[in-house]
T-cell receptor, first 113, second 111 residues
Framework: GDSVTQMEGPVTLSEEAFLTINCTYT??????LFWYVQYPGEGLQLLLK?????DKGSNKGFEATYRKETTSFHLEKGSVQVSDSAVYFC????????????FGTGTKLQVIP | GAGVSQSPSNKVTEKGKDVELRCDPI?????LYWYRQSLGQGLEFLIY????????KSGLPSDRFSAERTGGSVSTLTIQRTQQEDSAVYLC?????????FGPGTRLTVL
């Protein structure tokens, strides 16, 4: 079945550091790929998405590129801020049927001033 | 506009009691999902509704768990004879198609 593997956290960075959170997936067909973010005390919200190979999703300075050849969707940001501290979930949506979403286990990011 | 709402936000119950968790999706969203998030874990899929029917119940962990949706809107997740391992945050999401919109969750603690 479908699965998502993302790097374990927590990840601790200093403000303005470069961020990479790795995500790889296993799926049949052509899934859509997502990054969701969960800020402290809040619900999950969509950060960015990509629906086909080589697409780049971007939002709030974050980017991720859908790499079919490496089955990856790594999240990057050039300069993190304290306000980026949150848990980040990589996810994929089955392209068949009702688009069941499979989530990774989440990576906690802590940015220190 | 209003997002997905869930109630209660927190629920503490004793082992063996039944609990009901409620989800109000965004108006017009035909798809509704329930997930469970245990401490330090990812999101565990429980059940999916399309309208009032549930084509995929494969994530329900045992027959103590059940869910229904009425009027293509509100959904209720019921856990009977709660166990301590049921303690988790239960998340609901609704979707028009593709992207999911999540509620704030219900934190369930079984003593």
């Amino acid at each position: 079945g479908d699965s998502v593997t993302q790097m374990e956290g927590p990840v601790t960075l200093s403000e303005e550091a470069f961020l990479t959170i790795n995500c790889t997936y296993t799926a049949t067909g052509y899934p859509s790929l997502f990054w969701y973010v969960q800020y402290p005390g809040e619900g999950l919200q969509l950060l960015l998405k990509a629906t086909k190979a080589d697409d780049k999703g971007s939002n709030k300075g974050f980017e991720a590129t859908y790499r079919k050849e490496t089955t990856s969707f790594h999240l990057e940001k050039g300069s993190v801020q304290v306000s980026d501290s949150a848990v980040y979930f990589c996810a994929l949506s089955d392209s068949r049927g009702y688009q069941k979403v499979t989530f990774g286990t989440g990576t906690k990011l802590q940015v220190i001033p | 506009g209003a997002g997905v709402s869930q109630s209660p936000s927190n629920k503490v119950t004793e082992k063996g009691k039944d609990v009901e968790l409620r989800c109000d999706p965004i108006s017009g969203h035909t798809a509704l999902y329930w997930y469970r998030q245990s401490l330090g874990q990812g999101l565990e899929f429980l059940i999916y509704f399309q309208g009032n029917s549930a084509p995929d119940k494969s994530g329900l962990p045992s027959d103590r768990f059940s869910a229904e949706r009425t009027g293509g809107s509100v959904s209720t997740l019921t856990i009977q004879r709660t166990q301590q391992e049921d303690s988790a945050v239960y998340l609901c999401a609704s979707s028009p198609s593709g992207e999911q919109f999540f509620g704030p969750g219900t934190r369930l603690t079984v003593l």
